[in-house]
């Protein structure tokens, strides 16, 4: 057994006896106590959840990816984020709060009415169930399968064979955090782990800096990395690049917004806040965490792009490394191999905390949203946490058959992120519009919802072939050709608001709505939360003005394409 093994284990464990340890005692028989963690998270657990909850392969893996591609341009997915969670702070976490709920379609019942609320518990299901978990296991199994060479630990020669192990590991273990532990215990591995990834990640940049350095220090390797390459290092992207600056005003703003303000499996640590004032501590000291993200979600994709983007020799021969591919060689080369099994473990727990994090919400919906409502209305409390526990361990299960399926997908994130885009940008509007008006009734909801639910679908993937005026297809316009998918979701999101309006000046409510405060927690608010909201943003802006090359927009594209060594090349 090497060192990476020893320490992968050690840490892992590590995590798991402090969690339990510190969870032990808590009430986990009661609805409140198993599903908001008794409404007793303070800022440090609702932040430290709030961070890893965010990370997973995909982001680690993904965006460094997608860095080593585009270039620094698409930090906008860490940065902006500081804005919208700015938001979620000073709006939406108040008026959440303030109704005492444990779900977002639970505030819909309360703004429009209960059909509306069932219909949401049904999308956020299906698309927890279905779309999230598999892909969190599979990519997950993956990412951790190449790192911690898995066929030469446990003997499993095929890779489809090292593939199911994985997510069957990673599987049970992160049902055993949801189904057992709730999500107390949730969000303190998550904390844990997420003090491990900041410190995982920081060290991965000094050591990937001091490689490119050549031995002069981390300084030298940064002075390097800026001076050879002075075009990869705008924050604003071109017409034609990954994330044109354009779209951060309309796509990438809303989807900013619905994933940190009303994503049930992201938010549902606040809810369980035991007071405004730490709610709103918790989600402002996220957004002060985000601003670093870039040193560990971006600049790794960066320095890998200086050592392999002319291919690296394996075997006598030149091989190019793909985008996926650049973030894993990195920790590999660059991190010493202790510490390499000590990030393989923060990694774990960055999966597996996305993985329990939407187990758990998938548990709170289906126990609150129809357990509750359809099957057993007189349900007790504990009868309530049994139900979300049974269901959780079907969804477990499902997830776990599903997950090795998608091997051999293409472009399963490219996939993914669309089918995001159809559930999240009519979900965001239908709340906006119920929390900024009084008089829309609960049709109107349902009618925007339906309208998002045939507009996005029908411009991402209805083939039309009729030409507009310029010659161009309707198709074309629509794939993002002429009109970019971040910018068609924001035409599907005033679309959605458009339909909602006209049908509350057809038929309005007969009364204003006003929200109620059950008295749930205190709302007392965090007395510097509107200084540091605008300090945050006030950040973001020097960030983006410290990269920011103007004259680069006039362009379609910042960088050149990565040069791509020939496979059968030598040196």
């Known amino acids: 057994m090497n060192s990476i093994t020893i320490s992968f284990i050690f840490f892992t464990a590590l995590v798991g006896l402090i969690t339990w340890l510190m969870t032990r005692k808590d009430d986990h028989g009661s609805s409140d106590g198993y599903f908001l963690g008794g409404r007793s998270l303070t800022f440090p657990f609702i932040a430290g959840s709030l961070l890893l909850t965010n990370l997973s392969t995909e982001q680690l893996v993904g965006l460094n990816g997608a860095a080593f591609q585009h270039g620094l341009h698409v930090m906008v997915w860490e940065v902006f984020a500081v804005v919208t969670l700015v938001a979620m702070a000073l709006f939406f976490l108040p008026k959440f709060l303030r109704s005492g709920i444990a779900t977002v379609p639970q ?71 949801a189904l057992f532990g709730g999500l107390r215990t949730v969000a303190v591995s998550d904390t844990l782990n997420g003090a491990g990834l900041l410190i995982g990640g920081f060290l991965i940049a000094y050591f990937g800096l001091s490689a ?33 600056v354009a779209t951060i005003f309309t796509g990438v703003m809303l989807l900013n917004l619905f994933y940190w303000c009303t994503n049930q499996q992201i938010i549902q640590r606040t809810f369980g806040a035991s007071s405004l004032q730490e709610g709103q501590k918790g989600v402002l000291l996220t957004g002060g965490l985000k601003l670093l993200g870039p040193l560990y979600l971006v600049i790794p994709g960066m320095i890998a792009y200086h050592l392999y983007a002319n291919g690296v020799m394996q075997d006598g021969k030149l091989v190019e490394v793909g985008n996926d591919d650049a973030y894993g060689m990195l920790v590999r080369d660059v991190l010493p191999q202790p510490l390499t099994g000590f990030f393989a473990a923060v990694m774990i727990g960055a999966i597996l905390s996305s993985f329990n994090s939407a187990l758990n919400s998938t548990c709170t919906l289906f126990s609150l949203g129809f357990y509750k409502n359809f099957f057993n209305k007189e349900a007790s409390e504990a009868e309530l946490v049994k139900s979300g526990k049974w269901f959780g361990l079907v969804i477990a299960i499902s997830a776990m058959i599903i997950a090795p399926m998608l091997a051999g997908q293409d472009s399963l994130f490219g996939y993914l992120q669309k089918m995001n885009g159809i559930y999240f940008i009519p979900l965001l509007a239908v709340i906006l519009v119920g929390m900024l008006t009084k008089r829309v009734p609960p049709l109107a909801a349902k009618v925007g919802l339906a309208v998002g639910f045939t507009v996005i679908p029908f411009g991402y993937f209805i083939p039309i072939g009729t030409k507009m005026a310029d010659g161009e297809s309707v198709s074309k316009f629509l794939s993002g050709d002429v009109l970019n998918d971040f910018h068609f979701l924001g035409v599907g999101f005033a679309l959605v608001v458009l339909s909602m309006l006209i049908v509350t000046l057809v038929k309005p409510r007969d009364s204003d709505f006003i929200q109620e405060d059950v008295e749930a927690v205190d709302m007392t608010p965090w007395k510097h939360a509107k200084a540091v909201g605008a300090a945050l943003c006030v950040l973001v802006l020097i960030i983006y003005g410290a990269f920011a090359d103007f004259s680069a927009l006039s362009k379609d594209h910042n960088i050149p394409p990565a040069p791509v060594p020939e496979a059968n090349s030598t040196e």
């Open 107 to 177: 505030y819909l019942e309360v703004r429009f009415d209960r059909r509306t609320r069932t219909i949401v518990d049904m999308i956020f299901l299906v698309a927890y169930a279905v779309i999230l978990l598999p892909i969190v296991l599979y990519s997950g199994a993956k990412g951790l399968s190449a790192m911690l060479d898995v066929q030469a630990l446990t003997g499993i020669e095929s890779e489809t064979g090292v593939l199911w192990f994985m997510v069957i590991l990673i599987g049970v273990i992160g049902s055993i955090y």
């Open 212 to 244: 490119v350095g050549d031995g002069e220090g981390m300084l030298a390797g940064w002075n390097k990395l800026t001076a050879e390459s002075p075009e990869r290092f705008n924050s604003l992207g071109a017409k034609k690049d990954n994330v044109p």
